[in-house]
């Protein structure tokens, strides 16, 4: 309750007193703000440097019907904290904070009390929505909550030993009720629910769990759907009979079963109480893991292979290549037991997965990954043709063989990349429907580019901003080619934060000749071509000629560690993201660099210009 008094205060005595009198209003200054911290434990957040916050702003931000509230900016223009009086009372009801200028994390005081009862996790912090009923700080139901936001929840309530949060995310009567299920049905649900502390508690004593302990995957068979007239439902019922936990604890690693989750709504909930161990076949739900000793051997050596995998930014393919085969041929030996082919979905994923990554690390001439993984996918699209496994596994296996034939020296670019677009082609002809089809057509259209085909391209990006709207950062990525692809002629727009903390628009360049430089540090070639293009403005700056730079790192200490080495001209535009980011998006970039050319008159001269006959090109413009 300290907290919601301090919220409650500091409503009142100063973050909107004058609300609804625009600019005249008292602004809370910058440490006001970041003194205020989420309720709840384990948000990830961007907190300005002692430094940074003596250049950090307050504004003033306005919203419909007089509402109002307060944004705090870091150095760079990047939003860290809204506070948002959303019903013009005067009062701050919304909290919300920011990763990278990305809103992650709000909570809201629903009831304009002054005391929060909700709690929401949006963007790249998850989906999470939780409610405190009585408004004591803690979570006590779930409004919206994901598989593996449930499998993370049951972790930390273990770790903490509170039962109390592991029944945040049970399934209430009402919800139970409102499934409308046969009674023999609802009456085991009820009682897996009276089980439940008995079942926590002997869990959290067979796992000892330190404070130190962490989740670090969940790993599950896809949701089963019984169709309504199997029950004689009103409704489909959505259920996923179990789920699996990889954990950490004092240094190993091990497994922990979640129990049986039900989709109410936008909710999974739980209806049985987690167990020790892993999922193999012949345990049912809530059941410890199988006793059958060849399985159990197999499951200790991976996790033992595991624990010992190569880092995620590991560059070492030795050690890439024989763990993913160790680990593909470990769960190869499960495979024949898995009977039920949900379940055996899953193994077999995994293994394309392995082989895929081995192949791409493979030592030179070594092709057993390779081969392995065009078996397999025989043996998948011959016995499950058009499924989506055939579909995954395929993907998997295309993409191996590309990579190897790309690594490969003295072969024919262009052969290759025409052999990739027919493979490409196919695959979304054989699975439009695919997970993997969204990938495959962002790729066909930049190959298409690539091979100067630029009227294919477009159809395959039309294709899938048209078919796949809801994977936003493909269909985003698609529309933003289309967009450069008839960007010639056409203003350029421009804007954003700088590395050094500043915000650009390129329309503050009217008048000028402009070159857009899009770049990173990872990529070789933007160290001659800073050098070439310092030498170009020395002889043409006075000429009116500038350069724009955006800068597609993954953090600012990369791109100015690289900047740090020499004198590179021009201004740096950077936002979070990389190649994924609103910069890199809102044209459509996936090669670096890459390079327009900007008239006098602010349109775009050149698309594709390069550096070899830039010069040519930015001598007929000064002259203009």
Known sequence: MGKARMHSGLIVGCLLASAGTGVTAQPPTVSQMLGFRPKQPGINYSSPTAQEQEQCKVEL?????????????????????????????????????????????????????????????????????GLDTNKDGKIDTWKMISPEEV????????????????????????????????????????????????????TIAKLNFTPQARWERIESPAPQCIPADSYGLKRDLIKNQRCTILYENNGKHDWLQTGEMIQVGPAWRLVDAPTPGAAVEGASAGEPASTDPAILAVLDELKKLDAEAPKGDSTDNAAIFQYNMKRADLLQKVLPKIVKPEEKDQWIRQIADCLNSAAQAAPENDKKAIERLVDLEKQVAGSQKGSALAAYVTFREMSADFAAKNSQGGGD????????LTRLTKFVQDYPQGEDAPDALLQAGMVSEILGKEDQAKKWYQQLAANFGDKKGLADKAQGALRRLDLEGKPLELSGPTLDGKTFDIKTLANKVVI?????????????????????????????????????????????S?????????????????????????YGIMVLPNMFLVGKDGKVVSRTVQLANLEDEVKKLVGK
């Open 413 to 420: 670019f262009l052969k290759i990349q025409e052999a990739w």
């Open 516 to 560: 857009v430089y899009y770049w990173a540090s990872w990529n070789k070639q933007s160290v001659g071509d800073f050098a070439r293009l310092k030498m170009l403005l020395n002889t043409y700056g006075n000429k009116g000629v500038e350069l724009v730079c955006i800068n597609l790192d993954n953090s600012p200490p990369e791109a100015n």
């Open 151 to 202: 499998s993370q929840e049951i972790m930390q309530a273990l770790i903490a030993k509170d039962f109390q949060r592991l029944q945040a995310l049970w399934i209430t009567d009402a919800e139970i009720n409102s499934l409308e299920l046969p009674a023999a049905e609802t009456e085991r649900l009820r009682e897996l629910r009276g089980q439940a502390q008995t079942k926590f508690l002997t």
């Open 562 to 586: 690289f900047l740090a080495n020499g004198g590179v001209p021009g201004v740096q535009l950077f936002q979070p993201g990389s190649l994924e980011g609103p910069l890199a998006t809102q």
């Open 61 to 129: 931000v306005n919203g419909a019907k007089g509402s109002s509230g307060w944004l705090l900016r870091d150095p760079q223009g990047r939003i860290l904290r809204r506070f948002f009086d959303s019903n013009s009372d005067k009062r701050i009801d919304i909290w919300s904070y920011y990763l990278d200028g990305v809103e992650v994390y709000r909570e809201i005081d629903s009831t304009f009390s002054g005391v929060v009862d909700q709690y929401r996790w949006v963007n790249t912090g998850g989906m999470k929505w």
